[in-house]
């Protein structure tokens, strides 16, 4: 019942959104005949071939919920600009609208998503994805540094996959990178966390973003010997206002690699069968992001521009305006086998 009310309550939403800017010419006796709309602008013409064309489903979400971060990674694009986050409850009624809306698989990210309420928040949301929507396929990325063994032991059954982002297997170049925290070992930490994969039936997965501090770097050995059902390889990527631009926290301009480089790590790892890699082109469009006030980020214009939030207007209408290129995202391997039910894994 609350799923259904929650879908005609978006619908409602992207109707009335649908009908705010627009001029009506009424004829009725009694009423006053409104002059017709001037030529519409370029950028107005674009929304509304836009808003003419069919939604995307929303098969696969990105959900950064917190942009909080304990690691200062210089190339992040997702960078602690506000603190905010988004009561249980509304986090959980936009999850269930996504559902309703066709999401087949939600993905937890940050900021780092273990530092709100050291863990429990988004267990508490991988937990209700899987049990109360049966999601097929519940996932969360993280540094790895706040993830404790009990976590796995209150949340581990209801989690299909665990990605660590993982940039160099040289402890100085993650210190260089931004991902050194004191005493601790990125590198040590990554193969406890791959222990613990094993023991609660969590499928492992590695990130690494290729940047001008490790574009040399031979990774092929300890890739293979912790042997990830996916090595996502990503090339640094610059988006205006988040890692570069006068407003931006981030200068990521010297991380960055041309394509020659990228092509040139992707060549010396070609013999690791779980390597999948994301240029700067496949990624820019193809990822349906949504952020910590449940907007969809729209990266066409090398920005993040949100949408309306989906608890305001509702997914169908907020989606439009998301830039999310459905085809890309089938083009590069967006869908694939997604959840540790349908994997053959050697827990």
Not at 86 to 99: I, Y
Not at 159 to 177: G, H, K, P, Q
Request: charged share 30%; aromatic share 10%.
């Amino acid at each position: 019942a609350r799923g259904a009310l929650a879908t005609r309550r978006g619908r409602l939403g992207a109707l009335c959104w649908s009908l705010s800017p627009l001029s009506l010419s009424l004829s009725l006796p009694g009423w006053k005949r409104v002059s017709a709309p001037s030529p519409a602008a370029p950028e107005s013409r674009r929304q509304e071939r836009e808003w003419d064309e069919p939604s995307p489903t929303p098969t696969s979400v990105n959900y950064h919920f917190t942009r909080q971060c304990n690691y200062k990674c210089g190339f992040c694009f997702h960078t602690a600009k506000t603190s905010f986050v988004l009561p249980l409850e509304q986090a959980k009624r936009g999850l269930e609208m996504l559902k309703e809306a066709g999401m087949e698989k939600i993905n937890f990210s940050g900021g780092e998503p273990f530092l709100q309420d050291r863990g429990e928040f988004v267990g508490q949301l991988v937990k209700f994805c899987k049990q109360d929507l049966k999601l097929p396929s519940v996932s969360i990325v993280s540094n790895g540094s706040l993830i404790r063994e009990r976590w796995f032991k209150k949340y581990g059954e209801y989690l299909d996959i665990l990605a660590i982002s993982c940039d160099s297997f040289d402890e100085n170049v993650n210190v260089l990178i931004g991902r050194g925290q004191g005493k601790k070992n990125h590198v040590e930490n990554l193969h406890k966390l791959r222990q613990w994969c094993r023991e609660y039936a969590v499928a492992f997965k590695i990130n690494s973003v290729i940047n001008r501090f490790n574009v040399e770097e031979d990774m092929n050995e300890q890739i293979k010997a912790l042997n990830p059902v996916r090595w996502k390889v990503f090339q640094c990527l610059l988006i205006e206002g988040e890692n570069t631009g006068e407003d931006a926290l981030r200068e990521a301009e010297k991380f960055v690699i041309s394509d020659e480089d990228f092509d040139q790590f992707l060549d010396r790892h070609k013999d690791v069968s779980c390597l999948v890699p994301e240029s700067n082109q496949k990624m820019r469009d193809s990822y349906l992001i949504l952020d910590e006030y449940m907007r969809f980020l729209n990266c066409r214009n090398g920005r993040k521009e949100p949408s309306k939030s989906i608890l305001d207007v509702g997914v169908e209408a907020a989606i439009k305006f998301s830039g999310f290129d459905e085809n890309m995202f089938l083009k590069r391997g967006g869908k694939y086998v997604w959840s540790k039910a349908d994997m053959k894994l050697d827990w």
